[in-house]
């Protein structure tokens, strides 16, 4: 809840089980069910299983998720199914029941030190990795921890190397016990839903902002789906994502905004936004597909016209050319009729004609009209 103010976010607290009251039922090291086995399997004189349910049934009698034959025997609850040498512990899934035969056994079954110290002799690589406490420069004379101290070793050391990266956990559902594919028994997936918590995961979910992204990157992958937004936004990013998502048919329940982030409820709207960006991609596509047939078709089109243009100045120059050269011609021809006229008349008017019975006299002279 601090975290949503911090955030600037509205919120309503959800209620959850919180399992932290059941690992320290099991794992607490000062008073957990693994610590009292641990000090049962080291307590002198007479040790069974039946002195560790009683000091169970002696230190969680008022433990509201302990369960036994003596405590229900107290509260009058009459329950045939739990037997005297087992106890129940109530986890958020529901109720699980432990027996307790052959836990001081199990829990005491420890490597004597000598075996350890005969493999590490052995000088393989291997085996010194599965028997460090044979290192003799490591030697011990303490009692070697027991299996439930090492369990609670090694969930620690998981937890420290979990804590140290950012784990995504992948919840897998056994569909059936046969292996057979599209079977599913509905028995088996019920109870490992039910115990994975998924039905906490998802009821929080719900209740919840479960998906959220920073201003800057989500303006950048749906600015596509506005027309303020496309394909510049110049103000800040917070206001470009409030005036890009109010553009669009979505719930203001769904949306809340933060001081860096945006929240969003429901997986259906960011499944809708994912839709939405992919047909406008589709149609960016086609449009910058279109925008550049078009001006490939115009480039061809002005070198068409630009070919056109020449080859018909080409053409019309050749056919004035060829049109002048006759009319050249004709004119010339027409000239030189002219002129062949005209000294012929000349010639005709200047040149005395007698008839050849006829002597021309010297003395006679024409004039010209």
């Known amino acids: 809840m601090v975290t949503w103010k911090r955030k600037g976010v509205a919120w309503t607290p959800v209620d959850f089980f919180d399992n932290s009251i059941i690992c320290d039922l099991i794992e607490n090291s000062k ?6 086995l641990d000090e049962e399997c080291l307590r002198p004189g007479k040790v069974n299983e039946a002195t560790f349910v009683t000091k169970l049934n002696q230190v969680f009698k008022e433990h509201k998720h302990y369960e036994s034959r003596v405590t229900q025997n107290a509260k009058h609850i009459l329950d045939a199914g739990l037997l005297a040498d087992c ?20 829990n005491n079954d420890l490597l004597y ?3 350890s110290q005969a493999m590490w002799k052995a000088k393989h690589k291997l085996l010194r990795t599965l028997f460090p406490e044979g290192d003799p420069e490591k030697a011990s004379l303490k009692r070697p921890p027991t299996a439930g101290f090492q369990f609670k070793a090694s969930v620690v050391t998981l937890m420290k190397n979990l804590y140290s990266k950012k784990p995504n956990y992948i919840r897998c559902i056994k569909p059936n016990d046969t292996k057979q594919p599209a079977v599913f028994t509905d028995a088996l997936v019920r109870s490992q839903v039910r115990y994975l918590g998924l039905l906490e995961n998802v009821r929080v979910r719900r209740a919840g902002y479960a998906y ?14 506005c027309k303020e937004t496309w394909p510049h936004w110049n103000g800040s990013a917070r206001d470009g994502v409030q005036a890009l998502l109010g553009s669009l048919p979505i719930d203001p329940k769904e949306l809340a905004c933060g001081h860096t982030k945006i929240f969003i409820r429901s997986p259906g709207v960011l499944f809708d936004l994912e839709d939405r ?15 550049y047939r078009a001006w490939k078709c115009r480039r061809h089109y002005q070198e068409i016209r630009k070919s056109q ?9 050749h056919n004035q050319k060829k049109k002048y050269s006759k009319m050249k011609k004709s004119a010339l021809l027409i000239q030189a009729y002219i002129r062949g006229w005209k000294m012929r008349v000349t010639y005709e008017v200047y040149t005395p004609w007698a008839d050849e019975n006829l002597v021309a006299d010297e003395n006679l002279v024409v004039l010209k009209p």
């Open 113 to 115: 030190r000598d075996l």
């Open 87 to 106: 106890f129940r512990i109530r986890h958020y899934a529901g109720k699980v029941t432990y027996n307790v035969t052959g836990f001081i056994e199990k």
């Open 31 to 36: 008073g957990g069910i693994l610590a009292l």
């Open 309 to 317: 243009i020449l080859i018909s100045a080409w053409f019309r120059g």
């Open 212 to 225: 959220r992204q920073v201003y800057e990157p989500c303006l950048e992958r749906y600015k596509m789906l």
């Open 277 to 291: 960006r992919q047909q406008r991609m589709g149609d960016l596509a086609a449009l910058i597909q279109a925008t």
